[in-house]
């Protein structure tokens, strides 16, 4: 069973800038592709970034392409999510995910793992 631990989180001004970091441990198969979604208060929980290892092809959400870059070592077990500009609508829970599977890895049917998420609160 993989287990993801994601830090970094917290409380930022609207325009501020914070990184999220993801550790997974307990691997016994390579990941195919890593990612980062979010849920906010009464939302559907959405992608944000994913990364598809090999190839190193990264996906964004539309609401954040451009302030937001997801980046990872796979030999490190870790992905990240640098958040710049950041906006009052990005508040939200957010939540790393991976999977070992070939798959669709722009959706979030295509994880198996999840970790317990971290609270990002931008306020105005």
């Known amino acids: 069973q993989v287990q993801l631990v994601e830090s970094g989180g917290g409380l930022v001004q609207a325009g501020g800038s914070l990184r999220l970091s993801c550790a997974a441990s307990g691997r016994k198969f390579s990941s195919y592709a890593m990612g980062w979604f979010r849920q906010a208060p009464g939302k559907a929980r959405e992608l944000v970034a994913a990364?598809?290892?090999?190839?190193?092809?990264?996906y964004y959400g539309v609401s954040v392409a451009g302030r937001f870059t997801i980046s990872g070592d796979n030999a490190k077990n870790a992905v990240y999510l640098q958040m710049n500009s950041l906006k009052p609508e990005d508040t939200a829970v957010y939540y790393c995910?991976?999977?070992?599977?070939?798959?669709?890895?722009?959706?979030?049917?295509?994880?198996?793992?999840w970790g317990q998420g971290t609270q990002v609160t931008v306020s105005s």
């Open positions: 995910a991976d999977t070992p599977r070939s798959t669709d890895w722009s959706q979030q049917s295509g994880y198996d793992y």
């Open positions: 990364t598809r290892w090999s190839g190193g092809y990264k």
